[in-house]
């Protein structure tokens, strides 16, 4: 990977005797799009927007481009934000919204009207240049959010839960124009959201937070397959997690004791588990398969559907195993045709060895 | 479709209708119609005749009235819009929110006593040989001569609408949503600009409601010019004592109150409408 763009080191940020963020550390480079995800108050707001210089960190460096930021004033950074409520100027019309940080910087009105222009036209909007915002619809705003920050043709775009007041459909369709954006422009987007769709459609690499801790940083296909604790498992969610303890280990292959029987789990030959280690062991919801007859082997256990849920084309289903096990399982509205399932009918459910995933025993406090 | 008397509302409103007419509507249209009487022998006859408003508006003496009057109000509008400023802003955006509570009651409390009783207590502070005078002669300078000037009217006009000005100011500054204010630093604006092209037309309709207190509590005031400001040059509040006890001139004193309470609708109609103009 190429030099970090944005750094930040070892930040902690303090008010009064509450930790926002915790000793945090995270290196993203130039032209990522970086998306930190987690529940509300767990740092994510505080960290975008110490980065933009609105909260000031207590201890630590951030850097952009290898310049400390820390004392910088937010007017002194090159950091413009997208913001939840988007903070659209009310008693501005659109046109003067784009060209409220050109104006800032000193530039000329003919070139702020000439590239408050191609703002306008780049994001689709530039027959709307003389509305007011309060006859913008909610897509609408959105882009003139984005052209006022993008307009400065910055090397960071900043943006908190910018979708989240929008309709399903039109986030689908924003998440599109952003990642389109972005791919286009070449520039950093920080993305900061709650949203596990969102941060997993558009960008690289997701950061998850938790208390003001960093708990993973990965792609999403990494966050989502092996999520490296058991809070990142239970925060992406549709993952079933099973607690047992080592029973045997015979080459890759590790035999887990649980409270409804054996499971068994492939391990990297270099782990180091030992027998008698309590596990915990994660298994994704599309990766259990169904089934109407018993079939032979391992990890096959026995139960009844619980309850059946209908997404579109996914179909979310609760079932139970005999001694009151739950697991959640996702298919495929077709594949469940196949097998023609009715309420209360017993089922076998199975997954294979390679798609249980073993979760760092050290992280599961 | 025939439109069915809502007469539940009817109720509510009545009580609200009943006092706009009797105190307002009823006033304004009997004060009019006096302005066309005529005075007898010390007397009010009814009369239909435009004498008072030929007399009254051909003085020279009315229209300087008019304009000392129009001034006053608008030097003590700016200079208590320009004092105040500074005290909401710091109360909106520097104080925490129990300070504020706090203070806005503190700014209540002056409305206890009689404007009349706060007014006469300027005496003891603002005489040749009253407490400033006292204290600043003490390094040498003064004694200055502040009651019956323009100076003493204005410092009455101060105490009368400064709390209410800071109280209107504070509440609208108070509310100017924060991320507005973020992101125009975010974008680039330092804190001046930010003040003045962010802050300011956020809390426009505050700014300008107060103004519009003040001008018009400022321009029909009696007891500062009178008291504070000696009187001279007369105001319009002061010209129509005057014209009421020079030889009953009650339709005269009419003639200069309709045409203070035109003044007055113009000034608040416009400055409302400024207040809630969209941007273009």
Redesign the interface.
Known sequence: MNEPQIEFERITKRYNNTIAVDDISLSISAGEFVAIMGSSGCGKTTTLRML???EVPTDGEIRLDGKRLNEL???ERE???V?Q?L???????VQ?NVE??LK??GISPDMRKERAKKWLEKLEIADLSER?IDQLSGGQRQRVALA??LV?EPPVLLLDEPLSALDANLIVRMQSVLSRLQRDLGITFVYVTHSQSEAFAMADRVVIMSKGKIEQVGTPQDVFRRPASRFVAEFVGSNNIISGTVKSIDKDILELETSFGAVFSQVSNNANYRTGNALDVVISADRINLSTTDLAGNNVFQCRIVSEQFVGSIVSLLLELENGQEFRVQKQQHELDRINLQSGQTLWLSWSTNHAYILDSSSNN | MIKKVDTYALTWRFPLIIWQLLFFVGPLVFMISITFFLVKNYRMTEAFEMKNWIKMLTRGYFWDAYAYTLWLATLSTVITSCIAFPASYALSFKVSETTRRWAIFFLIIPFFTSYLVRTFSWYVVLAESGVFNSLIGEIGLGPYKILNTQVGTIIGYLTFCLPLVIILQTLSLANV?R??I?????????WA?TLL??IV??A?VGLIIGAVFCFILSYGDFVSPYYLGGSKPPTLSILIIDTTKSGQQWPRAAVVAVMMMSTLMIVAFAAILAAYR???
Do not use: C, I, Q
Not at chain 1, 87 to 93: I, K, T, V
């Open positions: 933009a210089g609105l004033k937010p007017h950091t413009p934000m913001w409520s903070a659209l100027f009310p008693f501005l019309n003067k409220f940080g800032t910087r007011r006022r920050a400065t | 949503d991320n507005l973020e992101a125009a630093y975010n974008l680039g604006a330092g600009r092209t962010v037309p956020s426009k969209k941007p273009r």
